[in-house]
Each structure stands twice: as C-alpha cells, then as structure tokens.
C-alpha cells in the first residue's frame, strides 16, 4: 500500500486495496484531518489503516493505538 506521502500507516491485504486507496483519498483531497479504519473479513484482519492528525490544534499524529469516540455506529450497520 502506498502511503501517500506519510499521512497514512497500517496495512492491507490485496484484495482490500480499494479500501485502502479510498481512505487515503480522504485525506489527499481535504474531507478527513484524522481517522483510523480497521476491517475484518471472515474473522481475519485484512485493514488496519490509521492517519492524518488526533488532536489539530497540537498537530498529534494519529496512532495506531489512538482512541476515538464513536456514537449510534449500530444504527448504520443494522440498517443495511
């Protein structure tokens, strides 16, 4: 996976490239400052992507480990 200049990290499996490159478009075209993915698919983890900036106003990279609030995520997922 290319990084894109270094505003993002992690991996992907081959199959999972389009993810990948979606994710990083985020960041090359301005919607996303920061922000983490990780996929499993069939039980096995094939994304764990992470980029941008955790805290703006202190220029805090995200990490691998960086935490993240997330609010009703179920109601998208249990809507499909």
Excluded: I
């Amino acid at each position: 996976m290319d990084n894109h200049d270094g505003n993002v990290n992690g991996h992907c499996v081959p199959a999972f490239e389009r993810v990948a490159r979606q994710f990083c478009a985020h960041f090359d075209n301005g919607q996303e400052t920061g922000a983490g993915l990780c996929v499993y698919h069939r039980g096995e983890m094939v994304v764990d992507l992470w980029g941008g900036l955790a805290e703006p106003d202190t220029n805090t990279p995200w990490q691998a480990d960086t935490l993240s609030v997330v609010f009703s995520v179920t109601k998208g997922l249990t809507g499909c």
